[in-house]
């Protein structure tokens, strides 16, 4: 076991840039405030973060040699590579999104903040250690809460970072006490430890105590029924990039974090999910909250007016595909879940990007304000059929390619038989009842006529139409050539 | 041969540029569907003066796609394959001639028309069931915007049921293969891979997962009870859109049941075939009844279609290759047919009297107003009886003899369904065409309204009616590409019950 402060420091440098990115957004900011519209405030910082998150995604690609970093603090292996990729890609776009929302008060200390809740993220997906994996999980959280909060002449955003605070707060604690068992019946931190020490021995009471805690601090984050109350509020009075940044990042870097706890960490622990009746383990309350994310969501979905609302659900239903990837590692490994994630991120805050634009532009609310979309603007309109195409599933978008994999993955654990099995053909089910609502948002903005009030053409913001056209780009080139993701496994 | 997969691709670029040319005029954009699809069509032919038939799939393109699950983009034609290439090609062109029309957002129009026709190619080019199902749903989310944005009476509500009736129908395809594919732990989605994981599976679960293939697909094909969508969605959609629905969409399903259900669990047909049947048979039966009493026109060859494509799936559950032939001619026939009689209800009528109620046709002589339309309609509708000379005649014979073969209690209650068409088909005529007026002001009154039939409908008309006669009068051009196919090894295993 080494503890080289080079290693450390090479592994760190795309968290290093973050932050050295965020203490120059802040800094020059503050210096050139007075002279600057606050118009001119957010795209210098825009640029700024954006150019730091560049820098940092080129430091996360070319990381070095791939292994464990100061003990077994860090780990830099194939799913923290992948994952802290795509999360700071993802943030690039919302970066992108920020520069077509609706303008805030202190542009700079939002763009500095989503780059903090980075550095939360990336070192989510590299914890390989409960405590550092408790704290990189804290950092990211409470920079979500601020970000959610941060329109502070709006109700709706202060209730939002409310509630996502209260149910964050509460997850964090039942986290925390997980672990603090987790410790206390192993003596151990480290994952690979923790591993080794339950392997031996079976599922005491207060082990499956510890599990239980954990998983509902994974419910919380992953916004899985039954822990998904605060996402749809969340989501809808947040302000847009953060909900997108909620929606996306955060997701992939919260099922990185969970899944190298359970699989690595716990991975003894995880029961046989392969036919009804087996012993259990935390495979079975996965399963359970992957159902059940899957039912309510989709259905819940169905009656929301409000798109933001109906993106939450349809967020809680991928949770439930998602969750089944989790489980699905066994047979197919990373590959389906990272694929998964990622593309779902994509198309998400692609989603939540066209929202944005339309805010500030006479408003996004319900579903209807899509009204007219494809004659307001094309290239909006083009964009989200592509991420909610996606989202519904439809090939060859990526979203498509991602449940195909999941499903097959899931389904070769016991097959029809199996629990397992069994979600997955659950899951295709829900996909048709799914593509219900999607169709209801395609339908107004490329059928309904637009609304006289609302009825002028939209400019898109060069900043924000190159994040939705990479977002886009992306989705159908994963789409087309899903083996560029899996060939990184 | 080798030129087939240009279809596809041509289709989709075909689908961006009309879309581009849309945003400058809508004559450009028309041009460039009229363009695109002839060259689909004309790249079908010429590949058909090149094929040789016989009882292999000539492989067109096969290179590894997603090799960690064993997926292979994988493009093959045999002789089934060519037919419905062909007619998609000739449907595709005619739809253009008849939707010449279009004005509002022309561009998007064609743009959705090309990219449905380009998923149509694929579905009949695809030899790996993956690819397969990709370009099955790529076909579907089209449809629905063609419907909603340029359709007619109710769009939204028919486009919606249409939509998620494909859909649930995919996911029940859906299900199937993923099921053979884990349970068998098949190395990849090929045809004949999933075929051999297929067979490691219990007999119960095979049944199941036949079932599950069947009705899936069937469900696009229009089978009883899960026909209600076609009604709805053919009277609600632009003509073209009809005309691509009826012609080729639904072949989509058939094409599923015959290439992909059948051959990958042979031993399921024997079991299910007497079901399937009775549900074909109660289809043609049921819908020729209900297209009798219909009083909107479009809606008595919406049911039309569907006691028509009863014979294609009455064909397959014969289980025999006579009747498979004949399911595949049916295929081609109702597709040429059906294309030109929403053509004329739909373009033709309706654009000029602006109302598709039989009492209202009832009192305008269109024999007299419209006598070209009335001679296309009074032709077309001969073919879909059944009348010997047109395609629709070998055709429904041929099943009804593969059928005989299977069962001749399914081939006799079935020839009833052949006068009910009869019956409905001349209702149709009589009201629509030969109704009466008692005033003579009326009828130039009448006449000054009706602009004159134009040329695209004209020749976009006489490509279908050419079609159709040529079938009817030389059948065994297709005939002698279809038979060949019928007999190769995972064919022969569904009419040998599963033995291989």
């Not at chain 2, 961006?16 to 028309?30: D, E, K, W």
Request: contains cysteine.
């Amino acid at each position: 076991m080494t503890y080289s402060y080079w290693v450390l420091a090479r592994a760190l440098l795309p968290e290093m840039t973050l932050i050295l990115g965020a203490l120059i957004v802040l800094g020059y900011d503050l210096l050139r405030a007075k002279v600057h519209t606050p118009e001119e405030r957010r795209s210098a910082a825009l640029w700024i973060g954006a150019t730091a998150v560049l820098a940092a995604i080129v430091d996360s690609i070319f990381v070095g040699q791939l292994g464990p970093v100061y003990g077994f603090t860090l780990v830099l292996d194939s799913l923290a590579v992948p994952t802290r990729t795509a999360v700071l890609g993802l943030t690039l776009l919302t970066l992108g999104v920020s520069a077509g929302a609706r303008l805030m008060r202190h542009p700079a200390e939002y763009v500095a903040i989503i780059l903090f809740a980075t550095v939360g993220f990336t070192l989510m997906c590299a914890a390989h250690q409960l405590l550092v994996a408790f704290v990189s999980l804290e950092l990211a959280s409470l920079s979500l809460y601020v970000l959610a909060g941060f329109a502070k002449d709006r109700r709706e955003s202060a209730e939002a970072a409310l509630k996502y605070f209260l149910f964050g707060g509460m997850a964090a604690a039942f986290l925390l006490f997980g672990f603090s068992l987790i410790y206390g019946v192993t003596g151990e931190l480290d994952l690979t430890r923790i591993a080794f020490s339950v392997a031996h021995t079976e599922l005491t009471p207060l082990l499956a105590l510890a599990l239980v805690m954990v998983l509902v601090a994974f419910g919380f984050k992953a916004a899985a029924a039954p822990f998904h109350l605060w996402a749809p509020d969340a989501y809808e009075g947040a302000p847009t990039p953060s909900a997108a940044l909620i929606a996306s990042a955060s997701k992939v870097a919260g099922f990185t974090l969970f899944l190298r706890l359970l699989w690595p960490g716990l991975g003894p622990l995880a029961g046989d999910i392969s036919t009804l009746g087996n012993t259990g383990g935390w495979q079975t309350l996965v399963a359970l909250l992957a159902g059940a994310s899957m039912l309510l969501g989709n259905f819940v979905a169905l009656a929301q007016t409000n798109l933001r609302r109906l993106l939450a659900y349809s967020a809680i239903s991928h949770s439930g595909a998602m969750l089944l990837g989790v489980i699905a590692w066994q047979t197919a490994g990373l590959g389906p879940v990272f694929y998964y994630m990622a593309t779902y991120g994509l198309a998400t805050v692609g989603a939540f990007g066209v929202v944005a634009v339309l805010e500030a532009h006479g408003g996004c609310d319900k579903i209807t304000d899509l009204a007219g979309l494809s004659r307001r603007s094309p290239l909006l309109a083009g964009t989200l059929t592509v991420f909610i195409l996606s989202l519904a599933g439809i090939p060859p978008l990526a979203g498509f390619f991602g449940k195909f994999a999941v499903f097959a993955a899931a389904l070769r654990i016991g097959g029809v038989a199996g629990p397992a099995g069994w979600l997955a053909l659950l899951a295709i089910a829900l996909s048709a009842v799914a593509l219900y609502y999607y169709l209801i948002v395609l339908k107004q903005a490329l059928v309904a006529a637009p609304k006289p009030e609302n009825a002028g053409r939209i400019r898109v913001p060069l900043a924000a139409a190159l994040a939705l056209l990479a977002a886009a780009a992306g989705i159908i080139y994963l789409g087309l050539f899903p083996s560029v993701v899996l060939d990184l496994f | 041969m080798h030129l087939l997969p240009a279809t596809i691709y041509l289709s989709f670029a075909g689908a961006v540029l009309a879309l581009v040319a849309g945003t400058r005029s809508a004559a450009m954009a028309r041009g460039v569907a009229l363009v695109t699809a002839l060259f689909g069509w004309g790249v079908g032919l010429l590949a058909a003066t090149g094929f040789t038939p016989s009882n292999e799939m000539i492989a067109l393109v096969d290179a590894p796609w997603i090799p960690q699950l064993g997926i292979r983009y994988h493009l093959a034609a045999d002789g089934i394959s060519l037919t419905l290439v062909v007619l998609t090609g000739l449907a595709a062109t005619a739809g253009v001639l008849f939707s010449w029309n279009i004005e509002e957002r022309t561009g998007e129009f064609f743009a959705f028309y090309l990219a449905l026709i380009g998923g149509v190619y694929g579905v009949f080019l695809s030899a790996d069931a993956f690819l397969f199902f990709v370009f099955y749903e790529v076909a579907i989310v089209p449809k629905y915007f063609l419907i909603a944005n340029w359709g007619s009476t109710n769009r939204e509500y028919g486009a919606m049921k249409l939509a998620l009736y494909s859909f649930a129908g995919s996911a029940l395809v859906l299900a199937g293969l993923l099921w053979i594919y884990a349970s068998g732990h098949a190395d990849g989605f090929s045809l004949s891979q999933l075929a051999a994981a297929a067979v490691t599976l219990g007999r119960p679960a095979q049944l199941a997962v036949f079932a599950l293939l069947f009705t899936g697909f069937a469900i696009l094909a229009g089978m009883f009870p899960f026909h209600t969508w076609a009604p709805t969605g053919h009277v609600a959609a632009p003509t073209a859109a009809s005309m691509l629905l009826a012609g080729v969409v639904m072949k989509l399903g058939a094409y599923g049941c015959l290439r992909v259900a059948m051959p990958l669990v042979p031993m399921a047909l024997e079991f299910w075939a007497p079901v399937i049947a009775w549900l074909a048979i109660a289809g043609i039966i049921y819908a020729g009844l209900v297209a009798l009493v219909q009083e909107d026109f479009k809606f008595v060859i919406g049911y039309s279609s569907v006691s028509h494509m009863g014979f294609v799936l009455l064909g397959l559950a014969a289980a025999n290759a006579t009747a498979a032939a004949g399911a595949v001619l049916q295929m081609f026939s109702h597709g040429v047919i059906a294309g030109l009689l929403f053509a004329v209800v739909g373009r033709m009528v309706y654009e000029r009297t602006h109302t598709r109620q039989l009492a209202a046709l009832r009192r305008m002589p269109l024999h007299r107003l419209m006598p070209f339309t009335a001679v296309v309609f009074v032709i077309a509708g001969l073919a879909s009886m059944g009348m010997p000379g047109f395609s629709g005649f070998p055709a429904e014979l041929t099943i009804l003899m593969g059928a005989w073969q299977a069962s001749k209690l399914w081939a006799i209650v079935a020839a009833v369904g052949v006068l009910v068409a009869a019956a409905f088909t001349l209702r149709a005529i009589q009201v629509a065409f030969f109704g009466q007026t008692d005033e003579e002001s009326d009828l130039t009154s009448h006449a000054h309204l009706m602009a004159p039939i134009t040329w695209p409908e004209r020749a976009g008309s006489l490509l279908l009616l050419a079609a159709t006669v040529l079938i009817g009068l030389k059948p065994d051009l297709l005939l002698h590409w279809i038979v060949p196919s019928l007999h190769s090894p995972l064919f022969q295993a569904v009419w040998q019950g599963g033995v291989r």
